[in-house]
C-alpha cells in the first residue's frame, strides 16, 4: 500500500474535493498528477465510467499556476458541441477547457477540435487542454475509427485511471468520505460502516467504480436505521437488478453497441460464456476473442464474477463525486 495521504484541494465550489490516493495505483497517478499540472502540454485522462476521469482533469487545474483562470468544462455529448468549442476556448484563455467524452466526437466535431488547436495554437493567451475519454480511445485511434491526428496532439500527456476494484486499498477511507459528504448534503447523521459491510463491498465487481459506490452508500446513509452491515450492503448490491435491455444513443458506432450487447448480455448470464455466445449466435471461439479485446481495453475484467453491464445509456449531467 502507498502512503500517500489524502489530498485536500480547496476549491471555491465544494469546500474540500479530496483525492483518496493511499492504493498503489492511486500514489503514482498523483505524483504524475501534479508534474503535469506545471505544465501546459494538452493532457488526456483515460478511465472507465465512473472512474473519476472529470474530477481529476479539474484538480489537474486545480494544481496548476492557471488555478486562479477560468476552468471552462464542455461535454462531447452536448448537442451542437462543435459549435460550441470555439466560444468555450474564447472564455478559457489563460486558464484551461476542459472536454470530457472526448471519444463521443464524431468526425465533424473532431476536424472542428482540431482546426480550434490550430487557432488557439496563435493566441497571446491560449488555454491549456485537459481531455477525458473511455480507455478504448487509445484502440479506435489505432485501427483509424478515431482521427489519428487529433489523439496524438490531445494525449501529449496520458493518465489512466483505475478502476474502483483495482484500488480496493482506498475503499475504506472512500467510504467513510463519502459517508460523510452525503450526511452533510441529506443532513442526516452518518451510520458506521461495519467491517462486515466493508467486506460485502469488496466482493462487489463495481461496474460503475467510484459513483456506483456513492450511490450504494448514499442509499445505505438514507435506508438503514443503524449500522451499516454486510447482510444490508449485500441487500442494496442484489437490489440493482440485471437489465433486460441495452439502451444505446444514435450515433453509437456498430462496435460500440456490439461491445454492449456483449457485455450486457453476459452479465445477464452471470458470466456463463457458452450460454452467452448461444444466445449470440455466435460461436465460443469469437466470443472468448472479444472479450480478451474488450480486456486489453480495460472494459471487462476475465476474474470477476460478473462483468460490467454495457449499458449504451449515457447522462447527460452527472454528480460530481470525491475519487
Not at 19 to 37: C, E, F, N, Q, V
Not at 156 to 176: A, G, K, N, Q, T
Request: overall charge positive; hydrophobic content about 40%.
Amino acid at each position: 500500500m502507498n502512503d500517500s495521504p489524502t489530498i485536500l484541494l480547496d476549491d471555491a465550489r465544494n469546500a474540500a474535493l479530496p483525492i483518496i490516493a493511499r492504493s498503489d495505483k492511486m500514489g503514482p497517478l498523483l505524483r504524475h498528477m501534479r508534474a503535469t499540472a506545471q505544465s501546459d502540454k494538452p493532457t488526456l485522462m483515460l478511465g472507465a465510467s465512473g472512474s473519476g476521469r472529470s474530477f481529476l482533469g479539474k484538480r489537474i487545474h486545480e494544481m496548476s499556476p492557471r488555478k486562479d483562470k477560468p476552468l471552462i468544462e464542455i461535454s462531447c455529448m452536448e448537442p451542437l458541441v462543435s459549435e460550441s468549442l470555439i466560444a468555450a476556448a474564447v472564455r478559457a484563455r489563460g486558464g484551461t477547457l476542459l472536454v470530457t467524452d472526448l471519444d463521443r466526437l464524431d468526425e465533424h466535431g473532431q476536424r472542428e477540435l482540431r482546426c480550434l488547436l490550430a487557432k488557439c495554437s496563435e493566441w497571446p493567451r491560449p488555454p491549456r487542454l485537459v481531455t477525458t475519454a473511455l480507455p478504448e480511445l487509445e484502440v479506435r485511434a489505432k485501427r483509424g475509427l478515431f482521427m489519428r491526428s487529433l489523439y496524438d496532439q490531445v494525449a501529449v500527456l496520458r493518465h489512466r485511471i483505475p478502476s474502483l476494484r483495482e484500488r480496493f486499498d482506498d475503499l475504506p477511507e472512500l467510504c467513510r468520505l463519502l459517508l460523510a459528504e452525503h450526511s452533510h448534503t441529506e443532513d442526516r447523521a452518518a451510520p458506521e460502516l461495519l467491517p462486515e459491510g466493508l467486506a460485502a463491498l469488496r466482493k462487489y465487481a463495481w461496474p460503475g467504480n467510484v459513483r456506483e459506490l456513492s450511490n450504494i452508500l448514499l442509499q445505505g446513509l438514507l435506508w438503514s436505521s443503524g449500522p451499516i452491515d454486510g447482510e444490508a450492503i449485500t441487500a442494496l448490491l442484489s437490489a440493482d437488478t440485471t437489465p433486460d435491455e441495452v439502451l444505446l444513443p444514435i450515433g453509437t458506432s456498430l462496435a460500440e453497441a456490439q461491445q454492449a450487447l456483449i457485455l450486457a448480455t453476459l452479465h445477464a448470464r452471470s458470466g456463463n460464456r457458452q450460454a452467452t455466445a448461444r444466445q449470440l449466435g455466435i460461436t465460443r471461439r469469437t466470443l472468448y476473442q472479444k472479450l480478451a479485446r474488450y480486456e486489453q481495453m480495460g472494459l471487462y475484467q476475465a476474474s470477476r464474477r460478473k462483468p460490467a453491464p454495457a449499458s449504451g445509456r449515457h447522462d447527460r449531467k452527472r454528480t460530481e463525486t470525491p475519487v
